[in-house]
């Protein structure tokens, strides 16, 4: 089996690396050389775990969820990253940035957002902290996204909406970049997923990778094992799924399974499901697989969830599909939506619908009798609740 | 030779080099504006190949590569519009644009392409050094494409004799920390940094970009440098024109003449 690792230039394989423009490097450099050590030292690790404790609310149960598990004669384990404090799996990574930002002296944060989860969790740790914080935020996603808007500002935030392209998450990643660029001395950008130029992959996946040693002991002691047969995540840049995965990446007992946003269907034209539809290219500072036209136009994707409608998805994952060690499946719009509504009638659990993809996977994967399949619940379904009314079919 | 060189050995001082975006404002003006570029005197024509997330650009050269788009752009309609080019101009051309499209083309059917066309040198501002060296140095070379470099206030005295080693057109000076836009004036941190760079006695010609619009910016810059590069402001110029030759001139004469 192939070994899943990131090489000291920011590659997995054939995807990673930082083609960013030198006016980044300093920036990008000065992270690089030390996020490995800051994240090892005592203090650092200290002041991570007891935030993930007593802020954050982790661990997050590993819980059985056995009305679900019937249906689908499997055992099937919900890891709670809904429980999380903002209600999503994000902040864990937002907590590693700020502590970073800090330690590198820095004064204030960027960052973008889609459906705003990670805006919200960025501008929660900055209120923390006590930074200055901007989030940019495509314009139609401020308009799609109202509540999240309102979080951010009541918690301190400054939203700033970017009007060029198609003002979506893409938009908000290439504005919150050249703020950077404007900014490079005292700014620290966190990016909200397993993207941008190395070392942002790695040491997005690095604070997520919570998830996974959680499920690891919570797996222990409930099957006498700490692995399951499969491990279950949604993808949009491929966060949550990076940190459910990467303590299994290297362990060939476990599939890894990832889901994509399949939209109104991968041939209709209005789709995110990147692994399908995608070809290597240069996005965001990695080299990735892409939604792009032949002339290597990024293409703007679809989904009903605003947290998986990005046209790339982080080298990590590109490479895992590349070399066949993960499983790709694609969910769309209306099956997603359908899982979630089901997931909230028979465990009382109204995911988000990012999560809800991943819950759908159970219908199309194939697995044996009584296998332990642990589905990550990436997010709670509070912010998606115009869209499920919208949506209406429950 | 390479006619960046060859321009570089006559003229040392107040060279100017123009952006524009290609496809903009109309998807065939192309042509039009480098040939009244040169009647108008400048010395460089750089041609930005339009993409769809420019992240090292301003709202300005944002929004004409959106447009040039929108008009129905892509590479082989601008090298199409090319095909001509060299029956009229004659001065330095260079195209300028992100890595993806490049990649798509082919690098080296692209730069095969260029060399066809008689195309002097590529500005890829997220085509970082390190990797230039290891993957697209040799292929340059062979098609005797010079490729320019970006270096900004932040960057180190040793990454810039770095980059100096390895640039064989010009340097293209950053003025600030900043992405590309116009702007009125120069500070006196930015001229801290055109002298500091201008003492470490580069073998590369220098010329400073982004912010520069006017004569006034034009002139300071090219104290401190070989020259300056103008984008966004042209760019205005261009959106705003219904004659593209007249306007063309009447600015580009205003910019260089001495103030
Ligand atoms: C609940 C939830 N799940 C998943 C995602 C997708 O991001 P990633 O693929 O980085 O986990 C988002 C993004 O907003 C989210 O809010």
Redesign the interface.
């Known amino acids: 089996m192939i070994e899943i690792k990131v090489d000291e230039k920011g590659f997995y394989g054939n995807f990673g690396g930082a083609y960013i423009p030198e006016m980044l490097h300093p920036n990008i450099e000065e992270l690089r050389l030390n996020y490995e050590a800051i994240i090892a030292e005592p203090d650092f690790q200290e002041t991570f775990h007891s935030l993930l404790r007593d802020f954050v609310g982790r661990p997050t149960p590993l819980y059985l969820a056995e009305r679900l598990s019937e249906k689908f004669g499997a055992k099937i384990y919900l890891k709670r990253e809904d429980l999380c404090h903002t209600g999503a799996h994000k902040v864990n990574n937002t907590i590693g940035q700020i502590i970073l930002a800090k330690k590198l002296g820095k004064k204030r944060i960027i960052a973008e957002t889609g459906a705003g989860q990670h805006g919200v969790a960025t501008a929660t740790v900055c209120a923390l902290m006590g930074m200055e914080c901007t989030v940019y935020m495509g314009a139609l996603d401020i308009e799609r996204q109202r509540p999240n808007v309102e979080r951010m500002k009541i918690l301190g935030a400054k939203v700033v909406p970017a009007t060029s392209g198609s003002k979506t998450l893409k938009d908000a990643t290439n504005e919150a970049m050249r703020q950077w660029i404007n900014n490079p001395v005292d700014t620290h950008y966190i990016i909200g997923s397993v993207v941008g130029p190395h070392p942002y992959p790695e040491m997005v996946a690095r604070f997520q990778s919570v998830i996974s040693a959680e499920i690891k002991a919570q797996l222990l002691e409930k099957e006498g094992r700490d692995y399951p047969d499969a491990v279950i995540a949604c993808v949009g840049g491929g966060s949550n799924a990076a940190g459910a995965f990467y303590h299994y990446y290297n362990d060939p007992r476990v599939r890894l399974i990832a889901v994509e946003a399949a939209g109104l269907g991968i041939s209709s034209g209005k789709s995110a499901a990147t692994t399908a539809l995608g070809t290597p290219g240069v996005l965001h500072g990695s080299k990735t697989l892409l939604m792009q036209t032949k002339d290597g136009q990024v293409v703007e994707p679809h989904s009903i969830s605003a947290g998986l409608d990005y046209p790339g998805i982080g080298p990590v994952h590109a490479h895992l599909f590349e070399s066949g060690r993960g499983e790709f499946i694609a969910v769309e719009d209306d099956d997603a939506m359908r899982a979630g509504i089901a997931l909230s009638r028979t465990e009382g659990i109204i995911p988000a619908i990012e999560t809800s993809h991943a819950l759908h996977a159970l219908s199309l994967m194939e697995y044996k009798p009584g296998d332990v399949l642990v589905i990550n619940l990436s997010g709670r379904g509070d912010k998606d609740l115009d869209t499920y009314i919208k949506w209406g079919k429950y | 030779m390479n006619r960046l060189k060859r321009l570089f050995e006559h003229k040392q001082e107040r060279v100017l080099s123009i952006y524009f975006t290609a496809g903009f404002p109309a998807k065939d003006d192309t042509l039009t504006i480098m040939q009244a570029l040169e009647q108008a005197g400048a010395d460089i024509i750089e041609i930005g190949m339009p993409?769809?997330?420019?992240?090292?650009?301003?709202?300005t050269i944002?929004?004409s590569n959106?447009q040039a788009?929108a008009n129905g752009m892509?590479?082989?309609t601008l090298f199409g519009q090319l095909e001509e080019m060299r029956q009229t101009v004659s001065l330095p051309v260079v195209l300028m644009g992100?890595?993806?499209?490049?990649?798509?083309?082919g690098e080296e059917r692209f730069c095969a392409r260029c060399q066809e066309l008689g195309i002097d040198g590529l500005i890829i501002?997220?085509?970082?050094?390190?990797?230039y060296l290891e993957q697209y140095q040799a292929l340059f070379n062979q098609y005797g494409l010079s490729n320019t470099?970006?270096?900004?206030p932040?960057?180190?005295e040793e990454?810039i004799r770095e980059?100096d080693q390895h640039s064989d057109g010009f340097i293209y000076m950053?003025s600030s920390?900043?992405?590309t836009g116009a702007k009125a004036s120069i500070s006196e941190e930015q001229i801290a940094y055109f002298e500091r760079v201008a003492a470490m006695q580069l073998k590369n010609p220098r010329l400073i970009g982004f912010g520069i619009s006017d004569a006034y910016t034009f002139t300071t810059a090219s104290r401190y440098s070989h020259g300056a590069i103008i984008g966004s402001a042209f760019i205005k110029v261009l959106a705003g024109s219904r004659n593209l030759e007249a306007d063309i001139h009447e600015y580009i004469q205003n910019v260089i003449k001495q103030a």
Not at chain 2, 125 to 131: A, C, F, H, K, R
């Open positions: 993409y769809s997330d420019p992240i090292a650009d301003g709202p944002q929004e959106l788009l892509d590479m082989e992100y890595l993806n499209p490049i990649m798509q083309y501002p997220d085509l970082p050094i390190s990797l470099f970006l270096i900004s932040q960057t180190s990454r980059i950053v920390h900043a992405i």
